[in-house]
């Protein structure tokens, strides 16, 4: 098994809602990874977690809550999302040994924030 | 600070006609250096991967690339478009001293004529 799943595929949102997204993987990886990508852009790191805890956060506003409740899940909670904020969110993990890295991204979450 | 360039941000190639994809890095070391295909509305898909070794890497799909030090360089190559290879590609370098820090480039998008 060599996939990243994620749920939902596609979210639409209003700016006082709660949702989140949601990563599965079970390849075995101790990192995992949440990426942003606007249109025509390439993906920005926003958050990595490595052996479940947060070890990268870029300066993410506090309206994305990341969460890795254990080694194969990761979430990512949104609230009180800006227009902006309407994305592809991208999940990836990777071994997560430094060990020749390379990232299994998902197939994204296209969110919209009406 | 580690940066990837991909000067290109569109090519255009007749089906069954050859293809290269230029990527070029600024890094102090010999970063990790990769090759990711995007769909529309989908994720990354890894094509090929470089670490360390021989210099030129086969891939999926039917790709290669080549690493050259000298020239800082890790350019994609297909010998055959086929019109499935439409796609956005990006080329990404992989942290050494941070292993869980990916940087990509700004993508080059690839039409495919009949």
């Known amino acids: 098994d060599t996939e990243v799943t994620q749920t939902p595929k596609h979210l639409v949102m209003g700016m006082t809602n709660k949702k989140s997204l949601k990563c599965e993987q079970h390849?075995?990886?101790?990192?995992m990874y949440w990426y942003k990508q606007k249109a025509k852009k390439p993906p920005e790191l926003m958050f990595v977690?490595?052996?479940?805890?947060?070890?990268i956060n870029e300066s993410v506003p506090s309206r994305f809550s990341p969460e890795c409740p254990n080694s194969s899940l990761l979430n990512l909670h949104l609230h009180a999302l800006q227009p902006e904020d309407s994305a592809l969110y991208l999940c990836?993990?990777?071994?997560?040994?430094?060990?020749?890295?390379?990232?299994?991204f998902g197939s994204g979450t296209q969110l919209s924030v009406l | 600070a580690q940066s990837v360039t991909q000067p290109d941000i569109h090519i255009t190639v007749s089906e069954g006609a050859s293809l290269e994809l230029r990527c070029n890095y600024s890094?102090?070391?010999?970063?990790?250096l990769f090759w990711y295909v995007q769909s529309p509305g989908q994720g990354l898909q890894l094509l090929l991967k470089?670490?360390?070794?021989?210099?030129l890497v086969q891939g999926i799909k039917g790709f290669e690339a080549e690493f050259k030090r000298s020239q800082s360089s890790f350019n994609l190559r297909k010998p055959s478009v086929h019109w499935s290879d439409a796609a956005e590609y990006f080329c990404?370098?992989?942290?050494?001293?941070?292993?869980?820090?990916?940087?990509f480039g700004s993508g080059t998008k690839l039409n495919v004529k009949p």
């Open positions: 990836a993990s990777s071994q997560g040994d430094g060990k020749n890295e390379k990232l299994f």
């Open positions: 390849m075995g990886h101790r990192a």
């Open positions: 990404a370098v992989g942290g050494v001293y941070n292993f869980n820090k990916f940087y």
């Open positions: 977690y490595s052996y479940e805890k947060l070890s």
């Open positions: 890094y102090g070391a010999t970063p990790y």
């Open positions: 470089y670490f360390s070794g021989d210099t």
